[in-house]
């Protein structure tokens, strides 16, 4: 039974950078039959993609968060991580590590079938 | 970025009752970019259906999804005790992928 499992500080302060982290059980993430992403949501919000990261290394963010994150593998550890830069407390939420299937390599595998139980960030001084 | 408008913001149903929950895009897409997820108080959302019309891995057939080109729609045919909390719409067809805002559905 595949399992992710995020880990990383409860509060962080404003202007500085989070970093989180997304243990896998019971598969690879060198797989290439999934790919790798973090999602977040503000308490009481909706939700809103944040990165995603393949096999290959090749990554994709949203622009809307301009350029402040950065998604990476540890196949050593078989992790990967979310390094957010410059929080301010409108980065306050449940961070997320999900899975999304890499059946087509095209848009079509882009929805999320597997989750985290979630990890919530605080940014405050 | 396309933008997903979910409706309503809340639906008050009976145990038994048939739901039926909105999501329009802003622009036309294939339904078989539009993903649905169920998400419970404390709980990560939980893929239900995805690729016009599967369902995920132990998901009743009384959910099923439909629509086209910009308005869709997610149906649970007969509700359940369980099936009371939040449902969101997610579209894939491009980049960034794209929420919406969430309908809850609460027992009347």
């Known amino acids: 039974q595949v399992q992710l499992q995020e880990s990383g500080p409860g509060l962080v302060k404003p202007s500085e950078t989070l970093s989180l982290s997304c243990t896998v059980s019971?598969?690879?993430?060198?797989?290439?039959?999934?790919?790798w992403s973090w999602i977040r949501q503000p308490p009481g919000k909706g939700l809103e993609w944040i990165a995603d990261?393949?096999?290959?290394?090749?990554?994709k963010y949203n622009p809307s968060l301009g350029g402040r994150p950065t998604i990476s593998v540890d196949t050593s550890k078989n992790q990967f991580s979310l390094t957010l830069a410059s929080l301010t407390a409108a980065d306050t939420a449940v961070y997320y590590c999900a899975r999304g299937p890499r059946i087509t390599g095209t848009p079509l595998d882009w929805y999320f079938d597997l989750w985290g139980r979630g990890t919530l960030v605080t940014v405050s001084s | 970025e396309i933008v997903l408008t979910q409706s309503p913001g809340v639906l008050s149903l009976s145990p038994g009752e048939r739901a039926t929950l909105s999501c329009r895009a802003s622009q036309s897409i294939p339904i078989s970019y539009l993903a649905w997820y169920q998400q419970k108080p404390g709980q990560a959302p939980r893929l239900l259906i995805y690729g016009a019309s599967s369902r995920a891995a132990g998901i009743p057939d009384r959910f099923m999804d439909g629509g086209s080109g910009t308005d869709f729609t997610l149906t649970i045919s007969r509700l359940e005790p369980e099936d009371f909390a939040v449902y969101y719409c997610?579209?894939?067809?491009?980049?960034?992928?794209?929420f919406g805002q969430g309908t809850k559905l609460e027992i009347k």
């Open positions: 019971g598969a690879s993430v060198s797989s290439d039959r999934h790919y």
């Open positions: 990261i393949s096999y290959t290394g090749s990554t």
């Open positions: 997610q579209q894939h067809v491009g980049s960034p992928r794209t």
